[in-house]
């Protein structure tokens, strides 16, 4: 099974700041369709998680575009620019290349 | 509006079965491959199952293999996931999900196995 390895597990930041949560895979995720197949998920506190980012970089519909996903073939970063209270919660990236379908153990991102 | 709405969720001894169900709306549901994802108490995130549109593909999670059938009826924009053989560690919330990359989540449903 494909690895997924996020770092750090929690994150403290000050609103209008930016944060930065890496991701690793423990496979290269770069299909050979020019496709990179990791995903990014935010699970706010009670809720249902809800996709932000999806074939590394793809903004998913209605997130706001103080999200950006970018990376390599293993390595990838999920970059939230000018934090809001919004955007507390737990962040999961996800392998969806191939079956089992993997995600890393999430990074908890919380205000100061 | 997309809607996923999980039900049939609840507690039942070790060993014995459950039949969860999600009911989807908002979409043309026989268009969408779908899955079921759980999360165990205070855990993170972990696929069980994906059915294709037509059901053709079906795919499991190696834990679950061989006692979960995922299944759909496209007539009635309906899930299935029918557990058996129930173990304490498959206690979780369990969500579905739609398509290959999770784009919609139900609000979940939770299955607590326990004696």
């Known amino acids: 099974d494909i690895v997924m390895t996020q770092a750090p597990l929690s994150v403290s930041v000050t609103p209008g700041e930016s944060a930065s949560i890496s991701c690793r895979s423990s496979?290269?995720?770069?299909?050979?369709?020019?496709?990179?197949?990791v995903y990014w998920y935010l699970q706010k506190p009670g809720k249902s998680p809800q996709l932000l980012i999806y074939?590394?970089?793809n903004l998913a519909s209605g997130v706001p575009d103080r999200f950006s996903g970018s990376g390599s073939e293993t390595d990838f970063t999920l970059k939230i620019s000018r934090v809001e209270a919004e955007d507390v919660g737990i962040y999961y990236c996800g392998q969806l290349l191939e079956n089992p379908y993997t995600f890393g153990a999430g990074t908890k991102l919380e205000l100061k | 509006e997309v809607q996923l709405v999980e039900s049939g969720g609840g507690l039942v001894q070790p060993g014995r079965s459950l039949k969860l169900s999600c009911v989807a709306s908002?979409?043309?549901?026989?268009?969408?491959?779908m899955n079921w994802i759980r999360q165990a108490p205070g855990k993170g995130l972990e696929w069980v199952a994906y059915?294709?549109?037509?059901?053709?593909?079906?795919y499991y999670a190696e834990t679950v293999k061989g006692r979960f059938t995922i299944s759909r009826d496209n007539a009635k924009n309906t899930l299935y996931l029918q557990m058996t053989s129930l173990r304490s560690e498959d206690t979780a919330l369990y969500y579905c999900a739609r398509k290959e990359c999770f784009d919609y989540w139900g609000q979940g449903v939770m299955v607590t196995v326990s004696s």
């Open positions: 059915i294709s549109s037509g059901s053709s593909y079906i």
């Open positions: 496979k290269s995720l770069l299909h050979s369709n020019g496709i990179t197949y």
């Open positions: 074939r590394m970089s």
């Open positions: 908002g979409f043309t549901f026989s268009n969408y491959g």
